[in-house]
């Protein structure tokens, strides 16, 4: 591994969960689903996947629905109820991105957490392992059929039942920062960190869960800027982009 690699991703990757949120199925600032949006991911999921690297999607649903946003209202909706609605959300999402991966010529399968044998097949983690070892992609959907559980948290949760190499956090943004950039343009980004600091500090990287998990796990995460062209494919070489959390990476801006 060269120098400008990250340190702690396995060089090759041999098997990696992508988690893409709802945000990224849609433009800024909007809700919905951007098939412009969808195609753009697609299109660099395509060009990653020629590098040889089996690689499983978990897919938010923020862009429709999100079960948090039910809490504490008024409404006659009960939470546990919202988050299934935010699960299910997560599936349309699903059947997007394998209809615009398919059309540049994937080899696709999507899976859900909670059975919907119609449109997709149900998670099953032998099933998805054989997938990937053929060489197919696997959309990840309704995060773990459970209420109270983020697709953050299913990402890791998948990553660890898959045993991938690492979990790739797609994002809008650069990395991860000191403060939010969009309200401090003087906030610091690392390029490095470990789990506690993360957690010590409440870094919004994922939820606490999720970085629990994966620390216990010694599970790295990269998170990146999705939106710049090709940086998908550098997170799948190990080069340095945006921000590696993991047990041997120090505080590094």
């Known amino acids: 591994m060269s120098s400008e690699n990250l340190p702690g991703a396995r060089d090759p990757l041999r098997r990696v969960i992508l988690k893409l949120s709802g945000e990224s199925f849609c433009r800024a600032g909007e809700r919905g689903i951007s098939m412009d949006e969808v195609t753009s991911i697609a299109s660099q ?28 209202t008024s409404t006659s909706i009960q939470e546990a109820t919202a988050h299934y609605m935010g699960m299910l959300a997560t599936v349309i999402n699903g059947l997007a991105l394998q209809d615009a991966l398919e059309s540049q010529g994937c080899d696709t399968r999507l899976m859900t957490a909670i059975r919907m044998d119609g449109v997709a097949e149900p998670y099953i ?21 459970s209420p109270f559980v983020t697709t953050d948290t299913a990402a890791t949760q998948r990553a660890l039942e898959l045993e991938a190499d690492i979990v790739l956090k797609a994002t809008r943004v650069d990395g991860v920062y000191s403060e939010d950039p969009e309200k401090n343009p003087h906030a610091v980004m690392y390029r490095e960190l470990d789990y506690n600091t993360v ?53 590094n801006a």
Do not use: W, Y
Not at 46 to 52: D, E, F, R
Not at 59 to 71: T, Y
Not at 210 to 216: G, K, Y
């Open 45 to 72: 999921v395509h060009a990653a996947q020629q590098l040889g690297v089996q690689m499983a999607i978990v897919i938010g649903g923020g862009n429709i629905l999100r079960g948090a946003q039910f809490k504490g």
């Open 125 to 145: 983690r032998r099933r998805a392992r054989r997938h990937l070892e053929k060489g197919r992609i696997v959309i990840l959907a309704a995060g773990t059929g």
């Open 199 to 251: 957690l010590e500090r409440n870094l919004r990287v994922m939820d606490h869960t999720a970085i629990t998990q994966c620390m216990e796990h010694n599970m790295p995460v990269l998170v990146f800027n999705f939106k710049v062209a090709g940086n998908i494919g550098r997170a799948f070489r190990g080069e340095r982009v945006g921000t590696l959390i993991s047990s041997a990476s120090r505080v």
